[in-house]
């Protein structure tokens, strides 16, 4: 490692020194120098190796943490920025628990205490008239006999059952009627009135009368309405009629109803409020997180920050790690007002936390019902122990995450490599990607095996230049389908990139330029053909972190975030790409400098005009100088004075250093790029110095003189 360390200082010194990220010396170092103070501080090496030649690279470590830190950090000023949305999340969930608290304070339990067993009173003057039917002497006999013992006002006879009904609706709430089914009397029906007797539902929902008195109790009105008496005296009546014998003389009737201990009665309808509330209440934050991410994707922040080496699991608990925190505090302050207050007065607060936390409401609904609340007894006992549902919600949790991610990777969307739908099930995944030489045949290779370079769009390199074929470009097509629609984007581009070279991509509008930086950058693939940086496809970048932190990338699109301020940008970037926290302030302050970006340095993105977003975004390309940028159209929007700035940086950068550049721009593909490719309906035209394509293709200013006579 030590001897490559040297090595890669060799090739250029000052980038070599950034790269390592320790040395932050800036005067002019010998390369003995170098190579001394280096080689002790460059633990990681990467083997980057190209036709004929082997350049290692020192690399950044950029770190899941790391990220995540500062990924986090960028979230919270989101949050504080945008604090009318923030506010929306924090106050909505509360609303709805103070609405909730109101509507349980005016439907408050009810608490009864224990009654003991008693015996209810003697007490038989409900039944006024009786009538029977059918008219017979037994019947007749048997109700005299009963009206004694009943003390009856009045007993009446009727022929059938449906004259007694009659004869009863003039005195409905007081008026019993007895009906005998068979001849022998021995078998009959009561009939009393609907109001006397207990209803079927009484018994559970009425049950809270027994507790205050035992006249209001429904269940004892068997009692008073004088059933249990009439009942008896018909029974004796029919047991004297058949033995011979008195035995109502001998009854004692009495009626004892049993003890019951203390209940609560709860009311149902803030409980089923309780369900639908914690759905709501955590709706905001749901909503507004899938907003967050859905425009960071939206907007393929999330897809460039991944090509500059973001790890998923950094993006993913950026934003998990941020909700969890707003989750807990809004859990936290929902149970200390639910427990405090008439909504679970009975409850633990950590175990509501816990179920509000993890979603488990049902079983506080069930277990505030037995009058008990969630308490931590509860957690293993009863019929529903608690910690089933903690666990189920826990295995939620987890089966959501891990859905994210497998859905983020196979369903990545338009701009980035989609992974197969059984990537976690191949060993190259879990194993640590190292680089590898993959032999590409190319345009030099053939020259230098003496065949006849063939190709005269190509202007061949000078010999200083040879063995540094930086990127290889080797018959590249990409054809984008759409419904009906087939579009050849690129029609098999062959040509190399050098180290040390500014490379221009000229062409019209729709020539395939961003197409090709989107291939080499590895957000899209080709649809056929290969692409090689440093001898590794451009398809093993999207999997391998080290490579990543070799590519700066500016996209077309500008990657801003609006309510960040542009040091925040270039901070937060730093991070991502790996630049150690202690080097981040002088590296950020370089890029503000050599942009020219100082004085906006804390305006934020959203105020910032067209040209000065495009400047931010070739900041954060070169953030880290990287050992390859690849920047799509830098300059447009620009006013000519940034457009020098950009140049000039680019040029005083080129030394060591592979740029690709595409632009509109011939008088800038003219003063910046050594090398110049001229691509057309996604051919390539032409590749070569300025001269070159003025002689090949014509490209530039012709003067015509016409004479006139
Ligand atoms: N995602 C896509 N889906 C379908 N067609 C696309 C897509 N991206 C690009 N194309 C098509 O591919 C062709 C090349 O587009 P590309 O963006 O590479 O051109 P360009 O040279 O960068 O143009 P400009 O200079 O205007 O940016 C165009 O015809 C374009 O319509």
Same mark, same amino acid.
């Given at each position: 490692g030590a001897v490559r360390c040297a090595r890669c200082v060799n090739t250029d010194t000052g980038w070599s020194r950034q790269w390592s990220g320790v040395s932050q010396q800036h005067e002019p170092l010998s390369h003995t120098e170098a190579s001394i103070r280096e080689t002790t501080s460059c633990p990681h090496v990467i083997q980057m190796r190209h036709a004929g030649s082997m350049q290692p690279v020192c690399r950044r470590d950029a770190g899941v943490w790391h990220q995540t830190r500062s990924l986090l950090w960028k979230n919270l000023l989101i949050k504080w920025r945008t604090k009318q949305q923030s506010l929306q999340e924090l106050i909505l969930p509360l609303l709805l628990l103070g609405l909730l608290i109101l509507i349980s304070t005016l439907n408050p339990h009810v608490y009864y205490g224990g009654i003991s067993t008693m015996e209810l009173e003697r007490?038989?003057?409900?039944?006024k008239g009786v009538g029977y039917t059918p008219i017979t002497n037994i019947t007749t006999h048997l109700m005299e006999e009963v009206a004694q013992g009943m003390h009856i006002d009045r007993l009446e006879m009727f022929a059938s059952e449906e004259d007694l009904e009659n004869a009863s609706l003039y005195e409905p709430s007081s008026y019993v009627g007895v009906v005998f089914l068979d001849s022998s009397a021995t078998s009959y029906r009561l009939r009393f009135p609907y109001n006397q007797l207990p209803q079927p539902s009484d018994y559970t929902e009425?049950?809270?009368?027994c507790f205050s008195s035992s006249v209001n109790c429904r269940a004892a009105n068997y009692w008073y309405s004088g059933f249990i008496r009439l009942q008896s005296l018909i029974d004796a009546a029919i047991i004297q009629m058949q033995?011979?014998?008195?035995?109502w003389s001998e009854m004692d009737l009495n009626v004892v109803m049993m003890g019951q201990p203390g209940s609560v009665e709860v009311q149902k309808f803030p409980h089923a409020l309780i369900s639908i509330y914690l759905v709501l209440a955590f709706t905001p934050f749901v909503t507004f997180l899938i907003v967050n991410v859905a425009a960071e994707k939206e907007q393929r922040l999330k897809d460039t920050m991944t090509m500059m080496g973001l790890y998923d699991t950094a993006f993913w608990l950026s934003w998990g790690l941020l909700y969890a925190a707003l989750v807990t505090t809004m859990s936290i302050l929902m149970s200390v007002i639910a427990t405090y207050t008439?909504?679970?007065?009975?409850?633990?607060f950590f175990v509501i936390f816990f179920l509000i936390f993890l979603y488990g409401i049902s079983s506080v609904v069930y277990l505030e019902a037995q009058g008990?609340?969630?308490?931590? &007894?509860s957690l293993a006992n009863g *019929?529903?122990?608690l910690y089933v549902p903690l666990l189920m919600l826990v295995v939620d949790c987890i089966l959501y995450l891990l859905l994210a991610i497998y859905l983020d990777q196979v #369903?990545?969307?338009?701009f980035r490599m989609r992974r197969s739908l059984?990537?976690? +099930?191949?060993p190259s995944y879990w194993s640590k990607r190292r680089k590898r030489y993959v032999e590409v045949s190319s345009v030099y290779d053939a020259e230098m095996k003496g065949? *006849?370079?063939?190709?005269?769009?190509i202007e061949p390199i000078s010999p200083e230049f040879?063995?540094?074929?930086a990127i290889r470009i080797n018959n590249i097509q990409k054809v984008y389908k759409e419904k009906d629609n087939v579009v050849e984007a690129l029609r098999g581009l062959t040509f190399d990139i050098y180290e040390g070279q500014i490379t221009a991509l000229l062409g019209h &509008?729709?020539?395939?330029k961003s197409t090709l930086m989107n291939i080499l950058c590895g957000i899209c693939p080709p649809t056929n053909g290969s692409a090689t940086i440093y001898g590794s496809p451009v398809s093993e970048i999207a999997d391998a972190s080290e490579m990543k932190q070799l590519v700066g990338i500016c996209p077309q699109f500008n990657i801003i975030f609006?309510? +960040?301020?542009v040091e925040e940008h270039l901070r937060i970037f730093a991070a991502i790409k790996g630049i150690p926290p202690a080097d981040i302030d002088a590296e950020v302050t370089k890029v503000l400098k050599d942009l020219d970006l100082e004085k906006i340095m804390t305006a934020q993105a959203k105020n910032l005009s067209g040209g000065q977003k495009r400047k931010l975004s070739v900041g954060i390309a070169i953030l880290g100088d990287p050992k390859i940028l690849l920047l799509d159209e830098?300059?447009?929007? #620009?006013d000519p004075c940034s457009r020098h700035q950009v140049w000039t940086l680019l040029k005083s950068r080129r030394a060591g250093r592979v740029t690709v550049l595409s632009t509109h721009y011939m008088d800038e593909a003219d003063i910046l790029a050594d090398r110049k490719a001229v691509i057309s309906q996604g051919q390539l035209k032409c590749v070569g110095s300025s001269l070159y394509l003025k002689v090949k293709c014509g490209v530039g200013y012709h003067l015509r003189q016409v004479e006139c006579f």
């Amino acid at each position: 490692g030590a001897v490559r360390c040297a090595r890669c200082v060799n090739t250029d010194t000052g980038w070599s020194r950034q790269w390592s990220g320790v040395s932050q010396q800036h005067e002019p170092l010998s390369h003995t120098e170098a190579s001394i103070r280096e080689t002790t501080s460059c633990p990681h090496v990467i083997q980057m190796r190209h036709a004929g030649s082997m350049q290692p690279v020192c690399r950044r470590d950029a770190g899941v943490w790391h990220q995540t830190r500062s990924l986090l950090w960028k979230n919270l000023l989101i949050k504080w920025r945008t604090k009318q949305q923030s506010l929306q999340e924090l106050i909505l969930p509360l609303l709805l628990l103070g609405l909730l608290i109101l509507i349980s304070t005016l439907n408050p339990h009810v608490y009864y205490g224990g009654i003991s067993t008693m015996e209810l009173e003697r007490d038989d003057h409900f039944v006024k008239g009786v009538g029977y039917t059918p008219i017979t002497n037994i019947t007749t006999h048997l109700m005299e006999e009963v009206a004694q013992g009943m003390h009856i006002d009045r007993l009446e006879m009727f022929a059938s059952e449906e004259d007694l009904e009659n004869a009863s609706l003039y005195e409905p709430s007081s008026y019993v009627g007895v009906v005998f089914l068979d001849s022998s009397a021995t078998s009959y029906r009561l009939r009393f009135p609907y109001n006397q007797l207990p209803q079927p539902s009484d018994y559970t929902e009425s049950f809270a009368n027994c507790f205050s008195s035992s006249v209001n109790c429904r269940a004892a009105n068997y009692w008073y309405s004088g059933f249990i008496r009439l009942q008896s005296l018909i029974d004796a009546a029919i047991i004297q009629m058949q033995t011979k014998r008195s035995v109502w003389s001998e009854m004692d009737l009495n009626v004892v109803m049993m003890g019951q201990p203390g209940s609560v009665e709860v009311q149902k309808f803030p409980h089923a409020l309780i369900s639908i509330y914690l759905v709501l209440a955590f709706t905001p934050f749901v909503t507004f997180l899938i907003v967050n991410v859905a425009a960071e994707k939206e907007q393929r922040l999330k897809d460039t920050m991944t090509m500059m080496g973001l790890y998923d699991t950094a993006f993913w608990l950026s934003w998990g790690l941020l909700y969890a925190a707003l989750v807990t505090t809004m859990s936290i302050l929902m149970s200390v007002i639910a427990t405090y207050t008439a909504l679970f007065p009975n409850s633990d607060f950590f175990v509501i936390f816990f179920l509000i936390f993890l979603y488990g409401i049902s079983s506080v609904v069930y277990l505030e019902a037995q009058g008990d609340g969630a308490v931590f &007894s509860s957690l293993a006992n009863g *019929p529903h122990p608690l910690y089933v549902p903690l666990l189920m919600l826990v295995v939620d949790c987890i089966l959501y995450l891990l859905l994210a991610i497998y859905l983020d990777q196979v #369903m990545p969307g338009e701009f980035r490599m989609r992974r197969s739908l059984v990537y976690f +099930l191949k060993p190259s995944y879990w194993s640590k990607r190292r680089k590898r030489y993959v032999e590409v045949s190319s345009v030099y290779d053939a020259e230098m095996k003496g065949a *006849p370079g063939g190709d005269e769009s190509i202007e061949p390199i000078s010999p200083e230049f040879r063995g540094k074929e930086a990127i290889r470009i080797n018959n590249i097509q990409k054809v984008y389908k759409e419904k009906d629609n087939v579009v050849e984007a690129l029609r098999g581009l062959t040509f190399d990139i050098y180290e040390g070279q500014i490379t221009a991509l000229l062409g019209h &509008s729709g020539a395939g330029k961003s197409t090709l930086m989107n291939i080499l950058c590895g957000i899209c693939p080709p649809t056929n053909g290969s692409a090689t940086i440093y001898g590794s496809p451009v398809s093993e970048i999207a999997d391998a972190s080290e490579m990543k932190q070799l590519v700066g990338i500016c996209p077309q699109f500008n990657i801003i975030f609006d309510v +960040l301020t542009v040091e925040e940008h270039l901070r937060i970037f730093a991070a991502i790409k790996g630049i150690p926290p202690a080097d981040i302030d002088a590296e950020v302050t370089k890029v503000l400098k050599d942009l020219d970006l100082e004085k906006i340095m804390t305006a934020q993105a959203k105020n910032l005009s067209g040209g000065q977003k495009r400047k931010l975004s070739v900041g954060i390309a070169i953030l880290g100088d990287p050992k390859i940028l690849l920047l799509d159209e830098p300059t447009a929007g #620009m006013d000519p004075c940034s457009r020098h700035q950009v140049w000039t940086l680019l040029k005083s950068r080129r030394a060591g250093r592979v740029t690709v550049l595409s632009t509109h721009y011939m008088d800038e593909a003219d003063i910046l790029a050594d090398r110049k490719a001229v691509i057309s309906q996604g051919q390539l035209k032409c590749v070569g110095s300025s001269l070159y394509l003025k002689v090949k293709c014509g490209v530039g200013y012709h003067l015509r003189q016409v004479e006139c006579f």
